[in-house]
């Protein structure tokens, strides 16, 4: 039987989480090893979804609008002018770890605008299926940026401003992150309905903070663009720093942020909506080995390595 896959990789935020939402850059690479996956197949009877990790099925209208990947197939079939009621079998999949701040969500609405565009006969560019993916990111975050689906969509190192075309990073030098889960569960609306309010109460101090992170976000492009790796360690830890004081970090990360600095790791941070979720620490080929031990040693649930550059 005939049937088209849509594919989406997982995501991480190098520097300037949560200041992105106020207008300041942001940098973000895709992680590749991690994806989601949709696949659609003609159908019989009505649009027919199987979330398979979850071991659920859904038809379309038992959804309703509310729901992300209800909303995500409606806005796509509206974009591709699809106006027939659908028929099919809609079968999603992830490999990427739910509410760990490494875009599970995001991806499974991008595969899934893939799957559709594919079984339909379109073709969407990066741009056009991060806008699409945007509109149902809006539904679960409140104020997104625009960070996530634009990493995703483009799947490529990014620099990102809000409401700007994003720019790829060029990276001179490779470089090497480990990334590990707390295993505790990153709420980014939450995490970042909270900075909002804290904004709105102290709004001097906070939008001289936002100014800082986007001051070495720059710093960190630099950094990264001109292969001057020895300073992104220290601009991740500086932006750490930020974080911690917006009161997104917590005690699970900055145990392992320690054991990533203590056993060599040059740059270590939170990633993404904070509070839980996952941790980045900058290693290279001599401690990599003794940082994942660390890790592994402190607790971390799960460990992945990204070269970003390669
Ligand atoms: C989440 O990956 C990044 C945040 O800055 C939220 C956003 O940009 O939408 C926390």
Redesign the pocket.
């Known amino acids: 039987m005939r049937f088209h896959t849509g594919r989406a990789c997982g995501k991480a935020?190098l520097a300037g989480?949560?200041a992105?939402?106020y207008g300041r850059p942001a940098l973000g690479v895709p992680l590749a090893q991690i994806a989601a996956t949709a696949e659609i197949r003609e159908g019989t009877g009505g649009a027919t979804i199987v979330a398979e990790d979850l071991d659920a099925v859904w038809t379309l209208d038992e959804l309703g609008d509310g729901h992300a990947i209800a909303h995500i197939v409606h806005t796509t079939l509206a974009k591709l002018g699809e106006e027939a009621p659908p028929n099919f079998l809609l079968t999603i999949r992830s490999t990427i770890p739910i509410a760990r701040?490494l875009g599970s969500g995001t991806a499974v609405s991008t595969a899934i605008v893939r799957a559709l565009a594919a079984h339909y006969g379109h073709t969407l560019n990066a741009a056009q299926v991060s806008a699409l993916v945007f509109e149902t990111e809006k539904l679960y975050?409140g104020t997104?940026?625009g960070?996530?689906n634009t990493i995703i969509a483009y799947e490529a190192p990014v620099y990102f401003v809000r409401g700007q075309p994003p720019q790829r990073l060029r990276v001179a030098r490779p470089f090497r992150l480990v990334i590990v889960d707390t295993g505790v569960p990153s709420e980014?609306k939450v995490?970042?309905g909270d900075v909002r309010a804290a904004w709105q109460a102290e709004p001097a101090r906070y939008e001289a903070i936002f100014d800082a992170i986007g001051k070495l976000v720059e710093q960190a492009r630099d950094a990264i663009e001109y292969g001057r790796l020895e300073r992104l360690g220290p601009l991740m830890d500086a932006n750490q720093a930020h974080l911690r004081e917006i009161g997104v970090s917590s005690p699970e990360l900055e145990r392992l942020i320690a054991a990533a600095k203590g056993a060599g790791a040059s740059g270590a941070k939170l990633s993404?909506?904070g509070r839980g979720g996952c941790m980045i620490a900058l290693v290279d080929a001599a401690t990599q080995a003794a940082v994942q031990a660390a890790l592994t040693a402190a607790g971390a649930k799960a460990v992945l390595v990204s070269e970003v550059g390669r």
């Open positions: 935020i989480e949560h992105v939402v701040g975050h997104p940026s960070v996530d980014t995490a970042v993404g909506g």
